[in-house]
T-cell receptor, first 112, second 112 residues
Framework: GDSVTQMEGPVTLSEEAFLTINCTYTATGYPSLFWYVQYPGEGLQLLLK?????DKGSNKGFEATYRKETTSFHLEKGSVQVSDSAVYFCALGGGGADGLTFGKGTHLIIQP | DAGITQSPRHKVTETGTPVTLRCHQT?????MYWYRQDPGHGLRLIHYSYGVKDTDKGEVSDGYSVSRSKTEDFLLTLESATSSQTSVYFC???????????FGPGTRLTVT
């Protein structure tokens, strides 16, 4: 079945550092790929998405490129802020009715 | 933000008691989902609905039932709560054409 693998962390960085959170997936067909962010005590918010190979999703300074050849969708940001501290989830969806498949989440901590 | 509310937001109950969680949407989206979030597991799909009175099981459906009598409401019932069902429960909605899901704020359930 479909699966998503991402580093669990915690990942601790200093403010203004470069961020990469790796995400790889296994899926049949051509899934859509997503990054969600969860702040403490809140639900998940869609951060960005890509629906086909070589698409780049971007939002709030975060970017991820759908790489079919390496089955990856790594999240990057050039300069992180303390306010980026959260849990980040990579997910894939086949476009069907049966929901998304999530990775286990990466806890990101940004220190001033 | 998508109009999704969950009630109650917090609940403590005893083993063996029935519990019903409610998800209400104002977006008129066709698809609704119930997930549970546990440390080390990410989010796992419990049940989903693809229309009024149309529901199906997800990855971790044992011990749970659902009902959807109106487009806007999706109920999750634990017939006889167990300690292993202590978790944070999230409802999500999707209009399918865009594939991504939008999440509610969550319900924290503790079974003692």
């Amino acid at each position: 079945g479909d699966s998503v693998t991402q580093m669990e962390g915690p990942v601790t960085l200093s403010e203004e550092a470069f961020l990469t959170i790796n995400c790889t997936y296994t899926a049949t067909g051509y899934p859509s790929l997503f990054w969600y962010v969860q702040y403490p005590g809140e639900g998940l918010q869609l951060l960005l998405k890509a629906t086909k190979a070589d698409d780049k999703g971007s939002n709030k300074g975060f970017e991820a490129t759908y790489r079919k050849e390496t089955t990856s969708f790594h999240l990057e940001k050039g300069s992180v802020q303390v306010s980026d501290s959260a849990v980040y989830f990579c997910a894939l969806g086949g476009g069907g009715a049966d929901g998304l498949t999530f990775g286990k989440g990466t806890h990101l901590i940004i220190q001033p | 933000d998508a109009g999704i509310t969950q009630s109650p937001r917090h609940k403590v109950t005893e083993t063996g008691t029935p519990v019903t969680l409610r998800c209400h949407q104002t977006e008129n989206h066709r698809y609704m989902y119930w997930y549970r979030q546990d440390p080390g597991h990410g989010l796992r799909l419990i049940h989903y609905s693809y229309g009024v009175k149309d529901t199906d099981k997800g990855e971790v459906s044992d011990g749970y039932s659902v009902s959807r009598s109106k487009t806007e409401d999706f109920l999750l019932t634990l017939e006889s709560a167990t300690s292993s069902q202590t978790s944070v429960y999230f409802c999500a909605i999707s209009d399918y054409s865009d594939y991504e899901q939008y999440f509610g704020p969550g319900t924290r359930l503790t079974v003692t």
